[in-house]
């Protein structure tokens, strides 16, 4: 049973991070209902790493060239051959996605606030907030079609991605779904959108699985190694292909399924999490 569980959260994990329908708040209600409640600490920790691969398998041309690119910048620095306003795409981004991860560094001082709802038993809230990014989806399809490249992208557009980014620290609201629609209000381009919320995603998700991990070790659970390494693995293969499909909806513009998907969602959980509290009889499918 442990090794079905694994792979179910492995294959909620690898679809649910980059399709825009919250990795957080679908893993969440799928411990619930499969009645798991210890070592979710760790097994979130590996499963997250495991889409880290995937990103990584999918944008390395993109990653490379910004890494190339930030060593290339100091030394530029130093030369005083920096130029703010002639920086190729790479090096732009890089820029962006640099300021962007630094609006999540007070967030995470306080993130008890934004993650307090999480694996408290009770799924309205998660209901509420697959809601709230069901709203986001379908205001991303009613966008204007941008141009915004890499090259193009200002400082309000790494602010406004990153305060975006901030929201979706709340379980049930997709990290995905609101950067790539923060993206598009700010006229990027849909291939640039998608790209920049993947490749923000790889600091947000390391640090975060960085400062989770003392915490995961000390709580003294005990590891199931080839279970976690089934995770890992399952989250990345379903994860690379969850990039493909998200590229390809992107492109042709249908948000708007995954919204209705997440309004049924939501309402279905918040409707479960009321009867719950209302008859105290919890639903568990074990």
Not at 144 to 151: A, S
Request: net charge neutral.
């Amino acid at each position: 049973m442990e090794y079905i569980k694994i792979v179910i959260q492995g294959i909620i994990q690898g679809l649910t991070e980059f399709l825009p329908i919250s990795s957080s708040g679908h893993l969440s209600v799928a411990q619930h209902f499969l009645g798991i409640e210890e070592s979710t600490l760790i097994i979130s920790i590996v499963l997250h790493l495991g889409t880290l691969v995937a990103v990584f398998a999918a944008f390395w041309r993109d990653i490379f060239g910004m890494i190339k690119e930030f060593f290339l910048t100091i030394g530029d620095i130093f030369t005083g051959k920096f130029s703010w306003k002639d920086m190729n795409d790479n090096r732009r981004m890089m820029f962006m996605v640099i300021i962007a991860t630094l609006l999540l560094v007070p967030a995470y001082l306080v993130k008890d606030f934004f993650t307090c709802m999480e694996g408290d038993g009770d799924i309205i809230f998660e209901g509420c907030a697959f809601l709230f990014t069901a709203l986001l989806l379908f205001l991303s399809d009613a966008c204007v079609k941008g141009l915004k490249t890499g090259k193009d992208m200002k400082l309000r557009d790494a602010v406004t991605v990153g305060l975006f980014q901030c929201v979706a620290l709340f379980p049930g609201v997709s990290r995905s779904g609101s950067t790539i629609t923060a993206g598009l209000f700010c006229g990027l381009s849909r291939e640039t959108a998608v790209k920049f919320s993947f490749i923000l995603g790889i600091p947000a998700i390391l640090g975060g699985s960085v400062l989770e991990l003392k915490d995961a070790f000390d709580s003294g659970v005990e590891l199931d190694y080839p279970v976690l390494a089934i995770g890992f693995i399952v989250s990345a293969v379903v994860g690379i292909l969850s990039i493909k499909l998200v590229r390809l909806v992107t492109k042709k513009n249908k948000f708007k399924y995954f919204g209705i998907y997440l309004l049924l969602l939501g309402l279905a959980c918040a409707g479960t999490g009321i009867y719950e509290t209302v008859t105290g009889n919890p639903v568990r499918f074990q």
